[in-house]
């Protein structure tokens, strides 16, 4: 059973441009959570995503925007980037419509990213 | 709504003496309690989880939890402190009118001295 993974692990951008950070699910998680955890400060929960549609969104501006896809994966984009986007943005997966049905999250090693 | 608040923003202890992480917690709804921990430049690992089974829980690397209804608590215990529990302490907070989203605490920065 794999864990949670994510690409890149750091990524450096200016301000103004785009960014995609990705995602890929625990095995057999179809629920994805993404959160940005500034420097010294606890994650912030950004949205949450179940088969492929958006259920729940944080206090984030609509340039934070995400897609799950088929198997689960997902993407989160950010446009426009401000400095203050810079964070290390962490994804969770979850199951919790499962057998287990459980809320627990499991995390992946996050993406630093820094915005110039 | 919900929402938790971390008692201490830092707390050193010597290695082999006892660890307390303070955590108070307000939920509309029955709670999941969570303890995550995350070591410097890394992702968050899940310590343990209350879900009403039993108030006390236990968690991995000898930690464990007591959840307190009536004082809206979670504190994290560890008997015996080690070099290797130095790191960052999240209580996090997750109720089903909240769609499960995590809230987390702003975290508890732990040393330990030799």
């Known amino acids: 059973e794999t864990g949670v993974t994510q690409s890149p692990t750091h990524l450096i951008k200016t301000r103004g441009q785009q960014v995609t950070l990705r995602c890929s699910s625990q095995s057999g998680h179809n629920t994805v959570s993404w959160y940005q955890q500034a420097l010294g400060q606890g994650p912030q929960f950004i949205f949450q995503y179940y088969r492929e549609e958006e259920n729940g969104r944080g206090n984030f501006p609509p340039r934070f925007s995400g897609l799950q896809f088929p198997n689960y994966s997902s993407e989160l984009n950010v446009n426009a980037l401000e400095l203050d986007d810079s964070a290390l943005y962490l994804c969770a997966s979850s199951d919790p419509t499962g057998v287990l049905s459980t809320d627990t999250q499991y995390f992946g090693p996050g993406t630093r990213l820094t915005v110039l | 709504a919900q929402s938790v608040t971390q008692l201490d923003s830092h707390v050193s202890v010597s290695e082999g003496t006892p660890v307390l992480l303070r955590c108070n917690y307000s939920?509309?709804?029955?709670?999941?309690l969570f303890w995550y921990v995350q070591h410097p430049n890394k992702g968050l690992q899940l310590l343990l989880k209350?879900?009403?089974?039993?108030?006390l829980v236990k968690g991995i690397n000898g930690f464990e939890a007591e959840f307190k209804k009536s004082e809206t608590s979670f504190h994290l215990t560890k008997p015996s402190a080690h070099m290797s529990d130095a790191a960052e302490y999240f209580c996090v907070v997750s109720d089903l009118g909240e769609g499960y989203k995590l809230s987390f605490g702003a975290g508890t920065t732990v040393t330990v001295r030799a």
């Open positions: 939920s509309s709804y029955s709670p999941s």
């Open positions: 209350y879900t009403s089974a039993a108030t």
